[in-house]
């Protein structure tokens, strides 16, 4: 009957006796087990309805040729059937070695890849080096707090435009340049200062979090571990490499695989800066945008295709950093 | 990863070679620094804070200015600063339909969200049955979808359901993302919980179905709060679905609304920034309300799943 186990007793699994038959096993499981599937159900409704079938229905538009001429659609009061046809795995190989691959899929893996690694380190660390400045007892560093936290408390909707009038040809950032003499870039026309400008707006946007959740570990470290490094004659930095970095693994582990998934996903940025103007800086989650819904016509089956690559490239790395992390806390117990 | 390279574990040698450059701060939890790290803190911090601080403070400096190309020359502005943009963006701009448009969206995605996840968020806390390993397996993938995964075909089946255009269309969009965040989130937050709570509950001869609403249900507060106003905020500030989907231009919610100051045609930057400027203040307002728990809500999940 009672089907909440509590992990406080620990498990209720392997029942006493002989194996029942598989009937009885499932009705036995059935009462034993019901409520909670009556309490995930909802969820698992929606899923199934909001993720699965779209998921599905995405991956059946990949193996087809669907743009926005051949799919279903009502023009004033007719209603024209879709005409795009199956055409097997055809995407994909396009994708990944067709005619011109490398500037259509490669040249923005690469880019996506080179943007996620320098913003999660800039994040990591800039956001690390400020807690670390928090976590001193300083005057007024709760305001110090507070006004670090504001690019997080503002929408990015909102902040991106604010960057956008500074970085514009002529705006206060290239002002300002041009008064001490140094060279004026042009920010948001040139591919390597719209890369070198979006990772600079997003690590902008991206740091408190970090700072908000690093800091919140390192208060949560026993400080009679730093005592104990006192009097053992640690120097600063033997605390901080010794102490405070491995006080800190559970949340960095955390926030560097959110940060990963994040920066990874990231569309707001590069879409409101740059609009469809740059193709070269787009970042994978943003050209597959493009390719659905900022072109004439629509490729509705190719922007498909770049989605489930996202998302197999996604659960690669998480599944492979989670391992990653579960050996190295094996290595440490041991 | 350089970014993670940093907390691989080091066997614990005994020595640094000599000559390591100084620490850069005292690491020591609380520490008082002395007079000179103190002011190099102080330092620091100002200029992260001004850096933190300028782009915001700029765009309603900006927000001041009456005429469109006033951000060129940010100089003039001071001889005619003005709150006629704000007027202007009141009076004879969709900044209402805007604004019911975003807090219906957002509200609606809000309450589903919780009201869904909030029983799962319990299931998943407390009790183990089969399938649960790949129960949360896929809780956590749905997170990372990235929007490309689900637009297109989102696309077309609103469109059969002619729900394109459609505040419900949009609020079911945002709920394949929120359900299972506040599910993830309130399950970090019911393993706060002391289990000895159900515990008595059960012995006091409530069903689990009891025991979550009369004992759980009411501690949950402070964890429901963090999860809904996640999900608000997050709904409130998405761009992709919202700009595809929202086609007529009283039904665009503030994300999209505020791209339609700048056309091919005309940039209305005054305007712009003054909008950006009064949809900021009530948010950023709200969100320092509550960011405390919010942080720890959102790390809490994480890798102990």
């Known amino acids: ?334 | 990863m350089s970014a993670m390279t940093v907390e691989k574990p080091e066997p614990t040698g005994p020595t640094d070679p000599p000559g390591t450059p100084a620490p850069p701060r005292p690491a020591g939890r609380g520490g008082r620094p002395g007079r000179t790290a103190a002011l190099a803190s102080h330092g620091v911090l100002t200029v992260a804070s001004l850096i933190a601080l300028f782009p915001i403070a700029w765009l309603f400096f900006l927000s001041l200015g009456p005429d469109k190309d006033d951000y060129l020359h940010p100089g003039r502005i001071w001889d005619k600063m003005t709150f006629d943009n704000y007027s202007f963006v009141l009076q004879h701009t969709n900044f209402f339909d805007w604004m019911r448009s975003s807090l219906i969206v957002s509200l609606g995605t809000t309450v589903i969200g919780v009201l869904v996840a909030a029983t799962t968020g319990y299931a998943v806390s407390r009790m183990r049955f089969p399938g649960y390993r790949k129960f949360m397996w896929v809780l956590l993938v749905t997170q990372m979808f990235p929007i490309a995964v689900l637009i297109v075909p989102m696309y077309q089946i609103l469109s059969d359901l002619q729900l394109i255009d459609n505040y419900l269309g949009l609020i079911l969009v945002y709920c394949s993302t929120a359900v299972p965040y506040c599910a993830w989130l309130l399950k970090g937050y019911f393993d706060t919980i002391p289990f000895e709570i159900d515990e008595a509950g059960r012995v006091d001869g409530l069903t689990p179905f009891g025991t979550f609403a009369r004992l759980i249900l009411p501690l949950a507060k402070p964890g429901l709060a963090v999860a809904a106003f996640y999900s608000f905020i997050t709904a409130f500030g998405e761009v992709a679905f919202a700009s595809t989907f929202m086609l007529s231009d009283t039904k665009y919610t503030f994300a999209v609304g505020l791209q339609s100051f700048v056309s091919e045609h005309d940039a209305q930057r005054n305007l712009m920034a003054a909008t950006a400027v009064l949809v900021a203040i009530p948010v950023s307002a709200f969100f320092y309300l509550v960011q405390k728990n919010l942080v720890a809500g959102l790390t809490a999940g994480g890798t102990k799943g």
């Open chain 1, 1 to 334: 009957m009672t089907v909440a186990i509590d992990r406080a007793t620990g498990k209720r699994r392997g029942e006493p006796g002989q194996r029942p038959g598989r009937l009885d096993r499932l009705r036995h499981a059935y009462q034993k087990y019901w409520y909670a599937y009556a309490m995930i159900a909802p969820v698992a409704v929606v899923l199934g309805g909001l993720v699965l079938y779209p998921l599905v229905r995405g991956l059946y538009l990949t193996l087809t040729d669907a743009n926005s001429l051949n799919s279903a659609r009502t023009i004033g009061v007719n209603h024209i059937d879709a005409t795009y046809k199956f055409i097997g795995l055809d995407n994909y190989a396009d994708i990944l070695w067709g005619d011109t691959a490398y500037d259509r899929f490669w040249s923005h893996f690469i880019w996506t890849i080179v943007w996620t690694v320098c913003c999660v380190a800039l994040h990591y660390c800039i956001g690390l080096g400020l807690a670390l400045l928090l976590n001193q007892k300083l005057r007024g560093r709760t305001f110090y707090r507070l006004i670090l936290v504001l690019p997080w408390a503002v929408p990015t909707f909102v902040t991106v435009f604010g960057w956008r009038f500074m970085l514009a040809d002529g705006g206060i950032i290239n002002s300002m340049l041009d008064a001490v003499h140094l060279p004026t870039p042009l920010w948001l026309e040139d591919t390597f200062w719209q890369r070198f400008a979006a990772i600079m707006v997003n690590t902008w946007c991206g740091v408190p979090f970090m700072m908000v959740s690093l800091l919140g570990g390192l208060q949560s470290i026993d400080s009679t571990l730093y005592e104990a490094a006192d009097m053992d004659g640690a120097s600063p930095w033997q605390k901080f490499w010794y102490v405070t970095l491995p006080g800190l693994r559970s949340v960095s582990s955390t926030v560097v695989l959110l940060g990963v998934i994040w920066t990874f996903n990231q569309f707001a940025v590069i879409f409101l800066l740059f609009g469809t103007t740059a193709p070269d800086a787009q970042i994978l989650v943003t050209w597959a945008y493009y390719l659905g819904f900022g072109q004439q016509p629509r490729d509705f089956a190719q922007s498909a295709a770049y989605g489930m690559l996202l998302l197999a490239i996604l659960v690669v790395f998480t599944s492979f950093y989670r391992r990653w992390l579960n050996r190295n806390e094996q290595q440490l117990a041991n």
